[in-house]
């Protein structure tokens, strides 16, 4: 099976563009995993200088966060996001030692980073498993277009709709740059672990998904989706979601209940088409 057909389809796509992000739960085998742990405590997943360069060139193939990175369904699911040969941005290895109490640390990664119709990802692998009382990642479902100067959000301790990543083994969380996150308090005996990357996109984001299915119902109605916390700004957040589907599918005139059509509308444009 080639990986054009592990790619996501429109309707993961629209999930990532509600939500931004997408999890997989166990989509790494156990070896692999154990590979990776091992290789946290060598010098295989050091610093590397690469930032800019084709994700291909940091990491031997050898090497098991490679054998990760180009499993057949990592590898479509980053390219449906970033495209093919993606750039390497940087990666950490972020640990909460046991019992550890985590303070306010709500965050975003880039608030400095404008774009809109264009986004990095983030993955994060859990190469063990996460439980309830290991705390585990924090994600604010919906978060993404907010940008938030960082000491502002890390006064938050809890917010309506938000998602703790309790996990088993191998699993992975694909986001968008932006999303609001925290590492939560970990109370049990043993280090916590998750290897996070980032990456850049070569190509422009437009129709690397599979669009096989973009004009299932399913799509329109997970882009006009209420998230809790969003209240009586649902309405802005759609529109957003909609600019960004805009870009991903190469259609400017997309829209759903007219959102963008009549704020785009011109009146007098369209007089004056009508004197010609």
């Known amino acids: 099976m080639s990986t054009n057909d592990l790619r996501l389809n429109s309707r993961e796509m629209a999930r990532f563009v509600t939500d931004g992000y997408l999890r997989f739960d166990s989509i790494v085998p156990p070896d692999l995993c154990a590979a990776v ?15 800019m360069r084709p994700l291909s060139d940091v990491w031997a193939p050898q090497s098991a966060i490679s054998k990760v990175l180009t499993l057949p369904r990592v590898q479509g699911i980053i390219e449906s996001l970033v495209g093919p040969n993606p750039l390497y941005d940087h990666h950490a290895i972020h640990t909460v030692p046991a019992h550890t109490q985590r303070e306010e640390n709500v965050h975003q990664d880039a608030e400095y980073d404008v774009r809109f119709e264009h986004f990095d990802i983030q993955l994060s692998f859990f190469p063990h498993a996460v439980t309830p009382d290991m705390g585990g990642t924090l994600f604010v479902p919906g978060s993404h277009f907010r940008r938030a100067h960082v000491f502002k959000l890390m006064r938050y301790q809890n917010i309506v709709g938000q998602i703790q990543t309790v996990c088993p083994a191998g699993s992975l969380v694909f986001w968008h740059h932006n999303i609001w996150h925290a590492a939560r308090s970990n109370f049990t005996d043993r280090m916590r672990y998750m290897f996070k990357l980032r990456l850049n996109a070569s190509v422009k984001q437009e129709r690397l998904f599979n669009t096989d299915d973009v004009q299932h119902p399913d799509v329109a109605r997970i882009l006009q989706e209420d998230i809790p916390w969003h209240g009586h700004e649902t309405r802005r957040e759609i529109m957003n979601r909609i600019k960004l589907w805009r870009s991903l599918i190469g259609d400017s005139k997309f829209d759903l209940i007219n959102w963008w059509t009549r704020v785009e509308n011109k009146p007098e444009r369209i007089a004056e088409l009508a004197r010609v």
């Not at 742990?37 to 930032?51: C, G």
């Open 37 to 51: 742990m091992n290789d946290f405590n060598t010098e295989a997943l050091r610093h590397s200088e690469y930032r």
